[in-house]
């Protein structure tokens, strides 16, 4: 690469990534003021520990991020191997509406989910945030897994029935531990993306159920606290830890 092309890397990853930076050293600011460096300090990650409201919000997302996660990853990777292994009607179709559903803006799914549960009469809280959950993250996870499968020769699934295995045995013990990578980096991907979104839950969950994204959103309304920084700095760190291992995950040969 030329000298130019690694200086524009550089530049773009630097407008990417500078921001963090500045909002993680700012977070060890012992400085109660933004516009004031002060010296270092870790006085607003201990205040955290004390802000019952922050940490219920904590246990909450953690809550329903790992549920979401879970159930995504479930039902993404049947929809996945369904649509790679077999001759379904409408194949093409279905796995159209998933780059749909990928697309779609936050905000209309938002607001669609709110439509459906308003329709069907399930009350607004910690079931209809992990249904909406659910719902945003099984595309990534689907998708994921059908790349995985892409290069899968189905001929080995044929082998595995000749050979005895029933069709439940022969996924099970052939097709899933070769989508095993992709199946954990679905999930990885699914709980990051559940635990810091904003948008659709604002509209799908209730008064009496916060979730830390929208907590944050609330106290940043009021101007940017120390404390935020720190909270902030430790999702992206939790963030940047899971979308590690997710690529890594993928890059495994299998």
């Not at 990417?16 to 516009?35: D, E, I, K, R, W």
């Amino acid at each position: 690469m030329s000298s130019l092309g690694r200086a524009w890397l550089w530049l773009v990853f630097g407008f990417l990534y500078l921001p963090m930076a500045v909002l993680v050293a700012y977070s060890f600011n012992a400085s109660p003021y933004g516009t004031h460096w002060d010296q270092l300090g870790w006085q607003w990650y201990r205040n955290l520990q004390e802000d019952q409201a922050l940490i219920d919000a904590t246990q909450n997302s953690l809550a329903v991020a790992a549920l979401a996660a879970t159930l995504g990853t479930a039902i993404g990777t049947l929809g996945a191997v369904g649509l790679r292994l077999y001759r379904l009607p409408g194949r093409a179709f279905f796995q159209g509406l998933l780059f749909v559903t990928l697309m779609s803006p936050e905000i209309v799914m938002g607001v669609s989910l709110l439509v459906l549960f308003i329709a069907v009469g399930l009350p607004l809280g910690f079931g209809s945030l992990l249904l909406a959950h659910v719902t945003f993250c099984l595309p990534f996870v689907a998708v994921t897994v059908l790349s995985r499968l892409k290069d899968f020769d189905p001929r080995l699934l044929e082998a595995a029935r000749d050979l005895g295995a029933s069709e439940g045995q022969a996924i099970r013990h052939v097709v899933l531990p070769l989508a095993l990578p992709a199946i954990a980096a679905g999930w990885l991907l699914s709980f990051t993306l559940s635990l810091d979104d904003v948008v659709v839950s604002f509209f799908v969950t209730g008064p009496d159920f916060e979730v830390l994204p929208l907590r944050i959103y609330s106290m940043v309304r009021m101007g940017v606290k120390p404390e935020v920084n720190a909270l902030a700095a430790l999702l992206f760190s939790l963030s940047l830890v899971f979308v590690t291992i997710s690529q890594r995950l993928l890059s495994r040969k299998a």
